[in-house]
Every structure is written in C-alpha cells, then in structure tokens.
C-alpha cells in the first residue's frame, strides 16, 4: 500500500513542474496539435473542450483509466489563442 501512496505523490509532483514542448504537459500540447489550427477565439477552445469531454464520456470505463483529461490546460489554451490574434 505504501508503494501506491508515494506513487501518487510523485505523479502529483510530475505535474506542478512538468512541461512539454513549451506547455505546460504534454496533455495540453496534445489539444493544441490536433485541434489549435482550427481555432479563431476562446470560445472555439471551450468549445473543443466540450467536445472532448464528450467523447470521453461515450468510452468505456477501462479506457478512460488511461485518458488524463483532467491534466489539460484549458487556460493556457485560451491564452494562447488570444496571444496569437
């Protein structure tokens, strides 16, 4: 049981210094690459948020262990396409 918590620890930590490509993860790098050329204003970030989420909602439950969803960061998305414009 240890072994799990200092895991979880360390992935937590993993995530307040991480970054990737200029992101700040490589999750959000990921949004950016497959969708971030569609983009004209913040609300077409909201709105690939959506979508996302509603996909994942649609997939099964095993699946959804391996998706980190929640890593994303959609503020940073938005701020980059109001720097860009």
Request: overall charge negative.
């Amino acid at each position: 049981m240890d072994s799990v918590f200092f895991y979880a620890i360390n992935y937590e930590d993993r995530d307040m210094c991480e970054s990737y490509n200029g992101w700040r993860n490589q999750e959000t790098w990921l949004v950016n690459l497959w969708f971030g050329d569609q983009w004209e204003t913040a609300a077409d970030v909201q709105a690939t948020r959506e979508h996302i989420e509603e996909v994942i909602d649609g997939l099964p439950y095993w699946v959804k262990d391996f998706i980190y969803s929640d890593r994303i960061d959609w503020e940073e998305l938005k701020g980059h396409v109001d720097a860009i414009l």
